[in-house]
């Protein structure tokens, strides 16, 4: 009887305790901060290519829910738009269809691609971030558009390079991250990580394209954060963030009138405050239910980016609280099920992966539907899958792609102790259910 009582801490326990030590001890290619010499995990070596059938069902509903959401109120709030300025009603349903299929197109190929391989990609995927960032700043190949410089023009489309950084800034920093194992505790490796973040907010910010630079920042602390790093030394980072973002504001006039209006947007109704007034008035007339889908008074060039960033405001004037709430459980579900994904990733690098692209787009939404509602100033960012826009859909739906396959090989390995969460439990019990049970068994 001693014996079947003895902790599990590597004494002999027959069959049962030997079942029990598997379930509890981990694997030594899933210990934090191990780095491979090969650049490849035992795990990577078994995986094979992820089918779709393997894949998140309810992740899957979520993301397809939003998207064809996003096209019904893009053609609602966009068709008189499309008729006045294009003479096609549809015109932009069009376009934002075109771009979709891209994006879909992009989420298969990266939903059955191995997620191990985009960590033997940083190298090249960090080049080409910064190349297409410098880029769209030289005359002739940047696109300006209201004093920004955020685009290139391929033809009838327009890409925006920060959308696509903002994915390969995750790879890239996922990658490093791991590769410094337990040296991220260290205030050194806070420092550098602070001058990469550093270096490349300066190259969005100098596109005056603020909103996606605090996208970015917020997603840079959130991978720190969750590679391992001490709380102070994320702290830190976070109020360096906060100081250059008031930096940012305080050098451009129109950053300063954004911030004046957000305090008081009926102060100046017609000029600064405009669009802040149009969307709470959009919101205010829908009500509970709404007056009806495309029945939109703020659609007919009252509500400026009716289509694109205060989308949500025609959601809620036409569609009311209830589409309100409907949009928010969307994004709630695919969040839930991509925290679900980064806690049973098979690695550290897939658990950084899902952690940061369910963060990215989980931050721009909350930010995107705040700046709506007047909770925060006005940034000028989409609201993911919803608002119209091109390179920002077709990147965005790549990026669940990859989250999708680390969800997949998370589900079919069936890894039951993951160190890089059980650190942060802080009671040194595995994150997955199924195995406490089984190790509550096995003590009993």
Same mark, same amino acid.
């Given at each position: ?14 069959? %049962? ?30 995986? *094979? ?19 064809? !959401? ?6 609602? #709030? ?13 015109? +932009?349903?069009?376009? *934002? ?17 191995? +997620?191990?391989?985009?960590?033997? $990609? ?8 910064? @190349? ?9 190949? @940047? ?7 955020? $685009? ?20 890239? !920093? ?12 260290? $205030? ?9 973040? @550093? ?21 840079? &602390?959130?991978?720190?954060?969750? @590679?391992? #790093? ?18 940012? &504001? ?15 947007? !009926? ?14 008035? #959009? %919101?205010?007339?829908?009500? !509970? ?11 007919? *060039? $009252? ?10 405001? &025609? ?48 931050? *721009? ?5 705040? #700046? ?10 989409? %609201?993911?899958?919803?608002? +119209? ?25 069936? &890894? ?29």
């Amino acid at each position: 009887m001693a014996a079947r009582t003895r902790r599990l801490d590597g004494s002999p326990l027959g069959l %049962l305790g030997r079942r029990a030590q598997a379930v509890l001890a981990p694997s030594e290619a899933f210990r934090p901060g191990r780095v491979q010499a090969s650049g490849r995990s035992r795990i990577e070596d078994r995986v *094979q290519e992820v089918s779709l059938a393997q894949m998140d069902g309810w992740l899957l509903a979520a993301i397809a829910s939003l998207c064809a !959401f996003g096209l019904v109120m893009v053609y609602s #709030a966009s068709e008189a738009l499309g008729y006045a300025w294009q003479g096609d009603p549809s015109f +932009y349903f069009k376009r *934002q269809l075109l771009w979709m299929a891209i994006g879909v197109v992009g989420m298969v190929l990266a939903a059955r691609l191995d +997620y191990h391989r985009w960590r033997h $990609w940083v190298r090249p995927l960090a080049i080409c971030s910064v @190349g297409l960032l410098l880029l769209v700043l030289l005359p002739h190949l @940047g696109t300006e558009r209201l004093g920004a410089r955020r $685009w290139f023009s391929l033809g009838p489309l327009s890409v925006q390079p920060s959308a696509a950084a903002t994915l390969m800034a995750i790879v890239c !920093f996922s990658r490093w991250l791991v590769d410094r194992g337990p040296g991220v505790r260290s $205030w050194r490796i806070a420092r550098h990580f602070a001058l990469l973040l @550093g270096g490349l907010l300066t190259l969005v910010v100098l596109e005056r394209d603020l909103g996606s630079a605090v996208i970015l920042a917020a997603v840079g &602390i959130v991978l720190f954060a969750l @590679g391992g #790093a001490r709380k102070r030394h994320v702290l830190f980072i976070l109020a360096g963030a906060v100081l250059a973002a008031w930096f940012a &504001i305080r050098i451009e006039a129109y950053r300063t009138h954004r911030l004046t209006s957000f305090r008081d947007p !009926f102060a100046d109704p017609l000029n600064t405050g405009f669009q802040s007034v149009q969307s709470l008035l #959009a %919101l205010g007339s829908g009500g !509970f239910s709404g007056v009806g889908l495309g029945n939109s008074i703020q659609k007919y *060039q $009252w509500l400026p980016e009716a289509h694109t960033d205060f989308i949500f405001a &025609i959601i809620g004037e036409e569609l009311g609280l209830v589409g309100c709430l409907a949009v928010i459980t969307g994004f709630l579900g695919l969040g839930w099920r991509g925290i679900r994904a980064s806690l049973r990733a098979p690695d550290r690098f897939g658990a950084l992966l899902a952690g940061g692209i369910t963060g990215w787009i989980c931050i *721009q939404a909350f930010i995107n539907i705040a #700046a709506v509602t007047s909770v925060v100033p006005t940034t000028g960012i989409p %609201l993911p899958f919803i608002s +119209y826009g091109g390179s920002s859909l077709a990147m965005t739906l790549v990026a669940v792609g990859v989250l999708c396959n680390v969800s997949a090989q998370g589900r079919r390995q069936g &890894i039951s102790r993951r160190a890089h969460v059980d650190r942060w439990r802080g009671d040194g019990g595995t994150s997955d259910s199924r195995a406490r049970g089984r190790a509550g068994a096995a003590a009993r």
